[in-house]
Nanobody, 124 residues
Framework: QVQLVESGGGLVQPGRSLRLSCTGS????????IAWFRQAPGKEREGVSC????????LYLDSVKGRFTISRDHAKNMVYLQMNDLKPEDTAVYYC?????????????????WGQGTQVTVSS
């Protein structure tokens, strides 16, 4: 069973950067597609980015393309979300999730394992 823990959230001004980390335990994350989802107050949880188990493919929400980058560190069993040029509309709780399907899709139902979330607030 996979356990996921997110870190790296915080309060940041518009235009600045943050890097979120997702640390896996219990088993290697190499077998799983990993995604970042986010949920703002009063809104549905949405997929932000994902990376396939083989690292051969990535996907991004249109509104974050060119600003966010997902990556893995296999040795550390971690997945990162580098977020640049942050905007107030990026404010949300960000969740890391793992899918046994291995392919990268931004569909919430495909992800069985979830972290507890980390708050990202973008405000001046």
């Amino acid at each position: 069973q996979v356990q996921l823990v997110e870190s790296g959230g915080g309060l940041v001004q518009p235009g600045r950067s943050l890097r979120l980390s997702c640390t896996g335990s219990g088993t290697t994350l190499d077998w799983y597609a990993i995604a970042w989802f986010r949920q703002a107050p009063g809104k549905e949880r949405e997929g932000v980015s994902c990376i396939s188990a083989s690292d051969s493919s990535t996907l991004y929400l249109d509104s974050v393309k060119g600003r966010f980058t997902i990556s893995r560190d296999h040795a550390k069993n971690m997945v990162y979300l580098q977020m640049n040029d942050l905007k107030p509309e990026d404010t949300a709780v960000y969740y890391c999730a793992a899918s046994e399907y291995r392919l990268c899709v931004l569909l919430r139902d495909r992800y069985k394992y979830w972290g507890q979330g980390t708050q990202v607030t973008v405000s001046s």
